[in-house]
């Protein structure tokens, strides 16, 4: 059932590439013919006007506290993580539960490119093309039974590989959840990939979700266990401070965070004096997702 859904973003609304690689990079995959050639030129176009951060900068701007809670610790560190091999365990109310090789999971998915915005709690934002397959399809190979409502999502916890879990940050391992028609509502996706290439560890290798119209955070990375439940699994989040973070943790300017005004954002890549913008309801994706919360007070449920 992948290809439902259409994308509206155009190229040029892709954040540049150097928020993720270098220009060398992207030239030489042009070149190569790896599928993303026209890509590459109309955003080498957009660079013209902006003035982008280095490579380094933009790689090292990530939040993965198992890494560290800097924006640089992640790609500094995340390199000691194994993503080979990897397997995410389904359990729970599935009518084929078990430990599934990543590999296995690939050979029977449809990977398709996503351009989504992403926009952080924090207040910036970026427009990421990913590379993935719908969650909803990989849930209907494991057979979800009538009695599930909820999907309950685990992030790989090594101490060994991951130096921030040595603090206290977080109630460790990192965990979220979905209810279930938001999981398998064809805008959510479990990234493997930007760019067309691999998805780099700082970004959640070698599987991530995505969920658009949601803060970032809820975009858990690295999966390794994935849980059908019949009732709302805890959060990383709102275990830790439940008055900041709630469940559905949906994009909304009109609900502030207590640290951070969601009505506007900083998009990165725009250089120094790039302004900031209006944040979209729902992150833009309104037209496809507002039905799911048609009657419930957003304010309350938030």
């Given at each position: 059932?992948?290809?439902?859904w259409?994308?509206?973003l ?24 790896v599928?993303?050639a ?19 900068d ?17 790609a500094?560190y ?9 397997s995410?365990?389904?359990?729970g ?19 398709e ?6 926009r ?12 993935g ?7 209907d ?8 409502k ?13 130096p ?7 109630d460790w391992?990192?965990?979220e959840?979905?209810r ?7 805008l ?67 609900v ?30 309104g037209?496809?997702v507002a ?12």
């Amino acid at each position: 059932m992948a290809h439902r859904w259409k994308n509206t973003l155009k190229e040029s609304d892709v954040t540049p590439e150097k928020v993720y690689l270098n220009r060398r990079q992207l030239m030489a995959s042009a070149v190569a013919g790896v599928g993303l050639a026209g890509i590459g030129g109309h955003r080498a176009m957009a660079q013209d006007a902006l003035e982008p951060n280095s490579f380094e900068d933009i790689t090292s701007y990530n939040n993965y506290y198992e890494f560290g809670t800097g924006k640089g610790d992640p790609a500094r560190y995340a390199d000691a993580l194994t993503t080979e091999p990897w397997s995410v365990k389904i359990d729970g109310l599935v009518d084929k539960p078990g430990d599934y090789a990543f590999e296995d999971i690939m050979k029977a998915m449809t990977v398709e490119e996503r351009i989504y915005r992403f926009r952080c709690v924090e207040a910036w934002s970026m427009v990421v093309p990913w590379n993935g397959f719908e969650l909803a399809d990989l849930l209907d190979m494991a057979g979800v039974q009538s009695g599930a409502k909820f999907v309950a999502f685990e992030t790989a916890l090594r101490p060994d590989e991951m130096p921030g879990v040595k603090f206290p940050v977080l109630d460790w391992p990192y965990v979220e959840g979905l209810r279930l028609d938001e999981a398998m509502h064809p805008l959510t996706i479990m990234a493997t990939g930007i760019y067309g290439k691999d998805i780099p560890n700082q970004n959640g290798a070698p599987l991530r979700l995505v969920v658009p119209w949601k803060y970032g955070f809820k975009s858990i990375k690295s999966i390794v266990r994935i849980s059908l439940t019949d009732s709302e699994p805890p959060t990383a989040w709102n275990k830790a401070n439940p008055r900041e973070y709630g469940f559905y943790s949906n994009v909304n300017p009109e609900v502030s965070h207590p640290r951070w005004s969601q009505a506007t954002e900083r998009p990165l890549g725009g250089g120094l004096f790039a302004g900031r913008k209006d944040t979209l309801m729902f992150n833009g994706y309104g037209d496809e997702v507002a039905s799911l919360y048609e009657g419930m007070d957003l304010a309350k449920f938030f």
